[in-house]
């Protein structure tokens, strides 16, 4: 009975099951809760930014975290720019420029009021530098998203090569019923990469000659295509994982080197994960389907997964080089090992958050994960 009472404060403590975690070093993997907000949608704490993690808020706020303390005044508000929270739209991600220490700049990527996708730069305020500078507002990028409220993606980040990628959805609505994911010329079901800085006498971004449609046989923006929903995708090194919700059998996770996502095909809407989709719409099968490393069906009341990171956080070692990820229904947190002949040993890891958004990493390699339901955000710790 002592026993029982003692495992039932920890859990209460740290607001998760501790287990004996999966991999080469033991250890006790637990949940313990950084901050509670309105609804957040990504957790980064970038280089360059002195420490500070920063959380993002469906709504339209950044809220910044400095020395545990969370500040009186949020880093970022355009609440009165996005729409939210009708469907599925709402402020997704921020990511900061490889040189924020220097540069001070930044990119959201949000919902405006037309329910378009818009991706804008930030500059960091001179004076504070717990906060950004509305007066910098630049766009960067729009795309056009305004027949349905749902399937936006959600998710920019800088790769390893110092573009700025980005993650759309579809387009809305069930089945791509516009084709978009496959199209060469729709920027929606799609990974891009582009380099944010303005081009002379064009748009508000730069576009990569290695990019594998700048040619003409599509447009330059795109870097790999077949996506329903990536809400949430992370690079480890020089590879990229991508976890694509699916429709109504599939969860996917695609997993490449950045070099081989070049020109890749995830199968949207011809497949959702290996399988055939099944509509009377559904696209032809691509001449190459780059097929998902791991995937999981709609049982035990799962429904979509949400992305997260190869885990490298030298407190965590029993998790080291595993991928991270779980389901917005269950709760449920799992780890894999990816490989690019197919992931390998997945399984829980004894962690539960009721409504899973999101996980995000900072500049020490902590990885986090919250929900938007709880508005509670925990980093990833391990004890023993």
């Known amino acids: 009975m002592h026993a029982l009472v003692v495992a039932i404060a920890l859990a209460l403590v740290s607001v998760a099951l501790a287990i004996l975690a999966p991999g080469s070093a033991a250890g006790a993997i637990s949940a313990k809760e950084v901050g509670d907000f309105n609804r957040p949608t990504y957790v980064h704490g970038p280089d360059g930014a002195g420490g500070a993690l920063f959380v993002v808020e469906r709504a339209g706020r950044i809220e910044v975290i400095q020395d545990g303390r969370l500040q009186d005044r949020p880093f970022l508000d355009i609440e009165g720019r996005v729409s939210c929270c009708a469907g599925e739209r709402g402020l997704f991600s921020v990511a900061f420029e ?177 399988a055939r989709y099944r509509s009377p719409d559904a696209s032809p099968p691509p001449k190459k389907h780059d097929g998902p490393i791991a995937q999981y069906g709609h049982e035990g009341g799962r429904c979509a997964i949400t992305g997260g990171y190869v885990v490298r956080d030298p407190q965590v070692p029993a998790l080291e080089g595993r991928y991270v990820y779980g389901d917005l229904c269950t709760g449920e947190i799992r780890s894999l090992v990816p490989e690019l002949g197919g992931a390998r040993d997945d399984r829980a890891l004894g962690l539960r958050e009721q409504g899973l958004t999101t996980f995000g990493e900072d500049a020490a390699r902590r990885v986090y994960f919250a929900s938007a339901s709880t508005g509670k955000v925990f980093r990833i710790a391990q004890t023993g």
């Not at 329910?115 to 001179?126: F, L, T, W």
């Not at 800088?158 to 387009?171: C, E, H, N, R």
């Not at 081989?260 to 994960?273: I, L, P, V, Y």
């Open 98 to 274: 490889p040189d924020y220490a220097t540069s001070g700049r930044l990119y959201v990527y949000f919902t405006d009021r037309q329910g378009d996708i818009r991706v804008e730069e930030y500059r960091r305020s001179a004076e504070d530098p717990l906060r950004a500078n509305t007066g910098t507002r630049r766009k960067v990028i729009q795309i056009r998203h305004r027949a349905f409220s749902n399937h936006n993606g959600g998710q920019l980040q800088f790769g390893p090569d110092g573009q700025l990628y980005i993650a759309t959805g579809d387009g809305g609505s069930a089945g791509d019923p516009r084709e978009n994911a496959q199209s060469r010329r729709s920027l929606l079901g799609k990974l891009l990469r582009i380099d944010p800085t303005p081009s002379r006498g064009g748009p508000g971004y730069g576009v990569p000659r290695s990019n594998p449609f700048v040619h003409g046989k599509g447009a330059n923006e795109i870097y790999a295509r077949g996506l329903r929903n990536p809400w949430r995708f992370s690079f480890d090194r020089h590879r990229i994982v991508i976890a694509d919700v699916g429709q109504d059998r599939r969860e996917e996770i695609d997993y490449e080197t950045v070099d081989g996502a070049r020109g890749a095909n995830f199968g949207w809407d011809a497949f959702e994960g290996s």
